[in-house]
């Protein structure tokens, strides 16, 4: 069964700088593309970041320059680097992972709360 379990979210000043992380488990078949969503309070899901097999990468206009999105194939963790952190980035983070195996199928992790207040 295929697993994503996020963390690194908390609370932090505007400004400051968290890491989240997600560790993928129960892969089966390969990864196509890996990505980070949000929803804050009262809007849709949208995507924040997101890099395929080749290691391209996307990002919302938003957080261009400001977040970085990596992928630590070894360990199959997906890593969003976050600086300069606004109230505005404050939301629930989702991993997604998008595997094909004869089928494409899409994995969300259970999200992680970013807050950014003072």
């Known amino acids: 069964q295929v697993q994503l379990v996020e963390s690194g979210g908390g609370l932090v000043q505007p400004g400051g700088s968290l890491r989240l992380s997600c560790a993928v488990s129960g892969i089966i078949g390969s990864i196509i593309a890996m990505g980070w969503y949000r929803r804050a309070p009262g809007k849709q899901r949208e995507l924040v970041a997101g890099?395929?097999?080749?290691?391209?990468?996307n990002y919302a206009d938003s957080v261009k320059g400001r977040f970085t999105i990596s992928r630590d194939n070894a360990k199959n963790t997906l890593y969003l680097q976050m600086n300069s952190l606004e109230p505005e980035d404050t939301a629930v983070y989702y991993c997604n992972a998008v595997l094909w195996s004869k089928i494409r199928a899409d994995y969300w992790g259970q999200g992680t709360q970013v807050t950014v207040s003072s």
């Open positions: 890099i395929n097999s080749s290691g391209n990468t």
